[in-house]
């Protein structure tokens, strides 16, 4: 069992359109991660959120962390085909935490 | 500046062999961590090295390996390889051995076990 659960798990929208990404866990999380990752390369990190209720903005990407740092969102305004790929989230249960965990990732496609 | 770099890129072995994959991480950073990632799913830790001592290790088989070494590039081997096996191995460097903002990845080994 995964402690990060992301839905939707395949996403496939026009492109303009808007899109939210969801990313829930049981478990209190000390900091959340958004990475994007294309096929055969390896995660890029987006943001790192490590306050509840926490938004952060990059461009037309804005990040959420709940207010108990158990979940977060990601909100593309929009999408443009640029934005395809997977996207994970990851979290860190302590500040000394050595590992990230992983939810398995919601796969974006933006038709042109 | 270069990234953690990663090699092979791709790699093809037949189940019971072996295999070395490696990591240079981003010159200053002295944390390598691996991970797994099967088709479908998030990357799963195995691994995490910080100045060449071994910090953690997730759930898995005693025939997953790894070393640090003292120019702080990593080996992951892999012993009597399973099909299972199979997948993108990746590789994050940091420059502490806690997870922080600045954990970067490297493109990854894609493992076929035929």
């Known amino acids: 069992t995964q402690l990060l659960e992301q839905s939707p798990q395949f996403l496939s929208i026009q492109e303009g359109e808007n899109l939210t990404v969801y990313c829930n866990s049981s478990?209190?999380?000390?900091?959340l991660q958004w990475y994007r990752q294309e096929p055969g390369e390896g995660p890029v990190l987006l943001v790192t959120?490590?306050?509840?209720?926490e938004v952060k903005k990059l461009k037309r990407l804005t990040f959420q962390f709940g207010d108990a740092r158990k979940d977060s969102s990601l909100h593309i305004t929009a999408a443009q085909p640029g934005d395809t790929g997977l996207y994970l989230c990851a979290g860190a249960q302590s500040r000394n935490d050595y590992k990230l965990s992983f939810g398995a990732g919601t796969t974006v496609t933006v038709r042109a | 500046d270069a990234g953690v770099t990663q090699s092979p890129t791709h790699l093809i072995k037949t189940r019971g062999q072996h295999v070395t994959l490696r990591c240079s991480p981003i010159s200053g950073h002295k944390s390598v961590s691996w991970y797994q990632q099967v088709l479908g799913q998030g990357p799963q830790f195995i691994f995490q090295y910080y100045e060449k001592e071994e910090r953690g290790r997730g759930n898995f088989p005693d025939r997953f390996s790894a070393r640090q070494f003292p120019n702080y590039s990593s080996e992951l081997n892999v012993n009597a390889l399973l099909l299972g096996d199979s997948a993108l191995y990746l590789c994050?460097?940091?420059?502490?051995?806690?997870?922080?903002?600045?954990?970067?990845f490297g493109q990854g080994t894609r493992l076929t076990v035929v």
């Open positions: 478990s209190v999380f000390s900091s």
């Open positions: 994050a460097s940091g420059p502490q051995g806690i997870v922080n903002t600045e954990a970067f």
């Open positions: 959120v490590v306050t509840g209720g």
